[in-house]
Structures are given as structure tokens and as C-alpha cells.
């Protein structure tokens, strides 16, 4: 199952996120508004509408292992 994550180390923590902008599943929690933005692996889809979006790359997409029942196996 592919998931999106924010790679911590190329994001600039833009005040107005615009990967976060285009994710229909409202996946990008921020804790604080000084935070950089995580997202929520239970709720991501997959469908990366949010890797493009961001002008800096700071999206990437990991794979999660499956454990037969369509549920993340970790």
C-alpha cells in the first residue's frame, strides 16, 4: 500500500501548505502552527495528489507492507 510522508529534512513548513491544500482525505496534521506538517498514515489513501503539489518536494511516498486484508501489517 503506497502512503505519502513528509520528508522533515526538505520541508520549509510554508504557512500556507500546499500539498495539504489538495488532499481529499484532510491527511496533514500540524500540532502547532510553528510545526512542520506529518501525515496521518491511517487516514492517507494513497492516491499522492500531494507529492506534485508541493513546489519544494518535501512529499515522498513510502510503501507499507499489507497484511492480506487490506490493512497496513505494521
Do not use: H, S
Not at 488532499?23 to 492516491?47: M, S
Amino acid at each position: 500500500m503506497k502512503r505519502a510522508i513528509i520528508l522533515p529534512e526538505v520541508c520549509l513548513n510554508c504557512e500556507t501548505c500546499e500539498a495539504q491544500k489538495v488532499c481529499p482525505q484532510d491527511t496533514f496534521i500540524r500540532e502547532n502552527k510553528d510545526d512542520k506538517p506529518w501525515i496521518d498514515f491511517y487516514q492517507c489513501r494513497g492516491c499522492l495528489k500531494c507529492k506534485p503539489a508541493c513546489p519544494y518536494g518535501a512529499v515522498g511516498e513510502i510503501i507499507q507492507p499489507c497484511n492480506g486484508k487490506g490493512k497496513m501489517g505494521w
